[in-house]
């Protein structure tokens, strides 16, 4: 079945370093991808998206680059501070009957150390 | 700006009893999503509204049902709750034709005892 799944469930970084999460998915149909952030307790947080007509996109201090051969999907943040640490998911928009469920993928936990 | 509004944020409640989640979309948002989050794991998508008719079912069980009024609020019921329901509750909205990117609220904790 359709599935989207984070290659690494905890990353640890020091502040000020560059870091990459990762996410493989597995319907290769999928038109459209985001990226969330969760802090404990809240809802899931846009931070950027990517249509795969795109093979990178930037925002503020995140790059989401998406390789369709391989079927990945990668958020880069630059500079991380430790107001980025939180879980972080990516979701694959599911086109099915043309509505606009998300598949989540499994959380990756960001660590920033000062 | 206006976020998603759930309301309450904290349920508790006891086995069999029911429950009514509420959820606000921003405005000029037609499509209402629920999802399911439990410890430890990623949101499930349960169903969505546009335009007040039901989108799009996912994994949510017969106990439970939601509709969308016509201001665009939704309410997702839950009955005969078991401790499994015990989760986060995430309402999230999105307008079509714009980008439908999908805003999410703060969600309601509902613990079965």
């Known amino acids: 079945g359709e599935s989207v799944g984070l290659h690494l469930p905890t990353l640890s970084v020091q502040e000020g370093d560059n870091s990459i999460i990762n996410c493989a998915y597995s319907?290769?149909?999928?038109?459209?991808f985001i990226w969330y952030k969760q802090e404990s307790g809240k809802g899931p947080q846009f931070i950027i998206d990517?249509?795969?007509?795109?093979d990178k996109r930037q925002g503020q201090r995140v790059t989401v680059l998406l390789n369709k051969t391989v079927k990945h999907l990668s958020l880069q943040i630059a500079a991380t501070q430790p107001g980025d640490s939180a879980v972080y998911f990516c979701?694959?928009?599911?086109?099915?009957?043309?509505?606009?469920?998300?598949?989540f993928g499994t959380g990756t936990r960001l660590l920033v150390s000062p | 700006a206006a976020g998603v509004i759930q309301s309450p944020r904290h349920l508790i409640k006891e086995k069999r009893e029911t429950a009514t989640l509420k959820c606000y979309p921003i405005?000029?948002?037609?499509?209402v999503y629920w999802y399911q989050q439990g410890p430890g794991q990623d949101p499930q998508f349960l169903i969505s509204?546009?335009?007040?008719?039901?989108?799009d079912k996912g994994s949510i069980p017969d106990r439970f049902s939601a509709q969308q009024f016509s201001d665009y609020h939704s309410e997702l019921n839950m009955s005969s709750l078991e401790l499994g329901d015990s989760a986060l509750y995430f309402c999230?909205?999105?307008?079509?034709?714009?980008?439908?990117?999908?805003?999410f609220g703060p969600g309601t904790r509902l613990t079965v005892l």
């Open positions: 979701a694959e928009r599911s086109v099915g009957r043309g509505f606009q469920k998300l598949v």
């Open positions: 990517i249509r795969s007509n795109m």
């Open positions: 319907n290769s149909a999928s038109d459209y």
């Open positions: 509204f546009y335009e007040k008719m039901q989108s």
């Open positions: 999230a909205s999105s307008q079509r034709g714009f980008g439908d990117t999908q805003y």
């Open positions: 405005p000029r948002h037609d499509t």
